[in-house]
């Protein structure tokens, strides 16, 4: 069981580190992208697919609520740093759930 534990935050982890350096990106970029898909998955395969974590980390959004035609690329930048704000909080509790600050 602790090893299990152990694996489960190396791997938050490994997702948290990532968040700052997709900021720089868009919520269009592969680097993205890839690393929602392998979050998710990772996500369903510690907590379970139906669990609370993972509806609630796929339900963050990461472009604004409404799109129109007065929605300007500050606003798109905004929404998408807010999502990966939301992502990052919710790993780091998750985390701290399992006994381990980031920082450590």
Not at 45 to 52: A, T, V
Request: hydrophobic share 35%; glycine share 4%; net charge negative.
């Amino acid at each position: 069981m602790e090893r299990k534990r152990e694996r489960a935050i190396r791997e938050l982890f490994e997702c948290y580190k990532h968040v700052e350096a997709l900021k720089e990106k868009s919520s269009y970029s592969p680097e993205f992208l890839r690393w929602r898909q392998e979050t998710e998955a990772m996500i369903e395969r510690l907590f379970g697919k139906e669990s609370d974590e993972a509806q609630n980390f796929t339900a963050i959004y990461y472009n604004p609520f409404f799109l129109s035609c007065r929605t300007s690329d500050a606003d798109l930048e905004d929404a998408y740093r807010e999502g990966l704000e939301q992502a990052r909080k919710m790993v780091v509790s998750w985390m701290e759930a399992l006994g381990r600050e980031p920082g450590e």
